[in-house]
């Protein structure tokens, strides 16, 4: 059988040349977008610059660091490996680290009720009125 051997592909270098677009572009676009550009459709945009939201991140530059973030893990972890072995004590020391990655979205959906508990806990005490 014959053994594959990783090569780079070209993708990792579109990432990073898209990822830095996104980035370095938005904040020169929002200067000259007409006014009707704040229309609340475009809030995913980054654009509708009166609308306020709080959980919410605009689509422009953000999108351009996960581009990057996505070409720099294609690069480290070209052959599928994990960078760490597993019986290594950087392994063991960042389980949990590893443990909320890998359960991100169940961690935010339970630290949610945690702080609106503990902000009405604290408004009940008097320290927020």
């Given at each position: 059988?014959?053994?594959?051997?990783?090569?780079p592909?070209?993708?990792?270098?579109?990432l990073?040349i898209?990822?830095?677009?996104?980035?370095?572009?938005?904040?020169?676009?929002?200067p000259?977008l007409?006014?009707?550009?704040?229309?609340?459709?475009?809030?995913?945009l980054?654009?509708a610059?009166?609308?306020?939201?709080?959980?919410?991140m605009?689509?422009?530059p953000w999108?351009?660091?996960f581009?990057?973030?996505?070409?720099?893990?294609?690069?480290?972890?070209?052959?599928?490996?994990p960078?760490?072995?597993e019986?290594?004590?950087?392994y063991r020391?960042?389980?949990?680290?590893?443990?909320?990655?890998r359960h991100?979205?169940?961690?935010?959906?339970?630290?949610q009720?945690?702080?609106?508990?503990?902000?009405?806990l604290l408004?009940?005490?008097?320290?927020f009125g």
């Open positions: 059988p014959k053994e594959t051997v990783y090569q592909h070209y993708f990792t270098g579109v990073i898209l990822g830095s677009i996104g980035i370095f572009i938005a904040p020169m676009i929002e000259v007409p006014q009707w550009s704040n229309n609340p459709f475009l809030i995913m980054g654009s610059a009166n609308a306020h939201v709080l959980d919410q605009p689509l422009f999108l351009g660091c581009l990057i973030g996505a070409a720099i893990g294609h690069t480290l972890y070209a052959p599928g490996l960078l760490a072995k019986e290594g004590l950087f020391l960042t389980r949990p680290i590893r443990f909320l990655g991100s979205l169940w961690v935010y959906f339970a630290h009720p945690i702080i609106l508990f503990t902000l009405w408004g009940k005490a008097g320290i």
